[in-house]
């Protein structure tokens, strides 16, 4: 089964911050990567999938890179509806989640 | 608009039976692959299991094969989760999703249907 590993598990910033999740697979997954925002009692919202490319509808102030092993997502300017929980899900091989990255209010 | 909505979640004892329901609406059903994500209190997402645009394939995870069966209706635009055998570890808000295509990342999720198994 391929492992994901997500860091930090919190992080604490300020509106108007750069902020910059990390991901790393326990194998290579191409770019097979998604990462999502959760709020409290919601379903996850997909952000981003193919680890770069930005769904329908999500701000331009997010962005994903990275292939193989290692990815990262990136959020240019916090905004105050960008306090979540972020997770990555590799779909190289079934679904696997990251643990998630919960973003608080410095 | 896409909707995905989970119902017949509650509190069962454990050994007991339960069966969930994701209504879809805002797309074509029967063009897409459909999931089941849960997620136990204060705890991350894992998948439980996937099903064919068709119904003619499913998946299971490992911790519930054997338990849980994925089935769909296209005429009704709904996906089940019927689980049985059901464990305290199984206490969760289980979460449907649409698959962009089978294997591929889900694009819409539900709100989520709580499931407590509790004596």
């Known amino acids: 089964d391929i492992q994901m590993t997500q860091s930090p598990s919190t992080l604490s910033a300020s509106v108007g911050d750069r902020v910059t999740i990390t991901c790393r697979a326990s194998?290579?997954?191409?770019?097979?990567l998604a990462w999502y925002q959760q709020k409290a009692g919601k379903g996850p919202n997909l952000l981003i999938y193919q680890a770069s490319t930005l769904h329908s509808g999500v701000p331009s102030r997010f962005s994903g890179s990275g292939s193989g092993t290692e990815f990262t997502l990136t959020i240019s300017s916090l905004q105050p509806d960008d306090f979540a929980t972020y997770y990555c899900?590799?779909?190289?091989?079934?679904?696997?989640f990251g643990q998630g990255t919960k973003v608080v209010i410095k | 608009e896409v909707q995905l909505l989970e119902s017949g979640g509650g509190l069962v004892q454990p050994g007991g039976s339960l069966r969930l329901s994701c209504a879809a609406s805002?797309?074509?059903?029967?063009?897409?692959?459909m999931s089941w994500v849960r997620q136990a209190p204060g705890k991350g997402l894992d998948w439980v299991s996937a099903?064919?645009?068709?119904?003619?394939?499913?998946y299971y995870a490992d911790s519930v094969k054997g338990r849980f069966t994925i089935s769909r209706d296209n005429s009704k635009n709904t996906v089940y989760l019927q689980m049985s055998g059901l464990r305290p570890e199984d206490t969760a808000v289980y979460f449907c999703a649409k698959e962009t295509a089978r294997g591929s990342m889900a694009d819409y999720w539900g709100q989520g249907s709580l499931v407590t198994v509790s004596s």
């Open positions: 099903i064919s645009d068709s119904g003619t394939n499913t």
């Open positions: 805002g797309f074509t059903f029967s063009n897409y692959a």
């Open positions: 194998q290579s997954i191409d770019s097979l």
């Open positions: 899900q590799q779909y190289r091989g079934g679904w696997t």
